[in-house]
């Protein structure tokens, strides 16, 4: 009977252990924007009008892409009193006004085009685009999946080099499963495009700018432990 409770092995069960890891490089999938619009006044509510409006027209222009915007989303809200830099009264000289917002495509084609015609509306600024996969998106399975073969290979050769086989798997763990230690989630794809404060609309079409979209690296790297037969020493 195998003897799956010594750390080690025994002389008749020796133990293998070895780290399998995977390291892809895939095409993005979708493609995140960060929207900031701004609007100044001379009182609260003239400030409060010209962000509305042009929020609304940010999210309209980004809503007529349709499919393309996987999700669209309204992030913080801020109205700022900007005091006047002399005098000991709180005297007012304007207010500020702001309001961010997220959005993800997933069609390329249109991203270069509504980076440019957002850009071109009233006191609003693009960051981005940040490339990205979904969570569940396919690669991240093929990159474990690769892990896992490859640690089989390691420890076959292992076993190999002593004129044994592989007989059991005693254990399969993510790498810091063990101690519980949870990985971070890998930072966002660099800026690879971004707009500034632009100007009104101009008649004319705005051209699309030529973006491309940077390649993501999937890791994966897996920690198992064999069993192999008595080697031939």
């Known amino acids: 009977m195998t003897d799956t409770t010594a750390p080690y092995g025994t002389p008749e069960h020796p133990r293998v252990a070895v780290r399998g890891e995977a390291r892809l490089e ?23 009008e010209d962000l509305t409006r042009r929020n609304e027209a940010v999210l309209e222009l980004i809503r007529s892409y349709g499919p393309a915007v996987e999700k669209l989303e309204t992030g913080a809200l801020s109205i700022n009193p900007e005091l006047a830099e002399k005098g000991r009264d709180e005297k007012i000289r304007a207010y500020h006004g702001r309001v961010h917002i997220t959005a993800v495509l997933n069609d390329f084609t249109a991203l270069g085009e509504l980076v440019t015609r957002v850009a071109a509306l009233d006191m609003t600024c693009v960051n981005g685009p940040w490339w990205a996969l979904r969570p569940d998106s396919p690669a991240h399975a093929n990159a474990r999946r690769q892990a896992v073969r490859e640690a089989v290979q390691r420890a076959r050769e292992y076993a190999d080099a002593l004129g044994s086989h592989l007989t059991a798997l005693v254990e399969l763990a993510d790498l810091g499963a063990e101690n519980a230690v949870s990985a971070l989630p890998a930072p966002p794809a660099g800026l690879r495009g971004s707009a500034g404060y632009g100007a009104a609309a101009a008649p004319a079409p705005t051209p699309a700018l030529d973006l491309e979209p940077r390649r993501q690296t999937v890791c994966a790297q897996v920690n198992a432990r064999f069993i192999m037969s008595p080697p031939e020493l």
Not at 35 to 48: E, M, N, P, Y
């Open 26 to 48: 895939v095409d993005p999938e979708i493609a995140h924007l960060g929207i900031t619009v701004t609007a100044r006044g001379k009182d609260r509510r003239t400030a409060l």
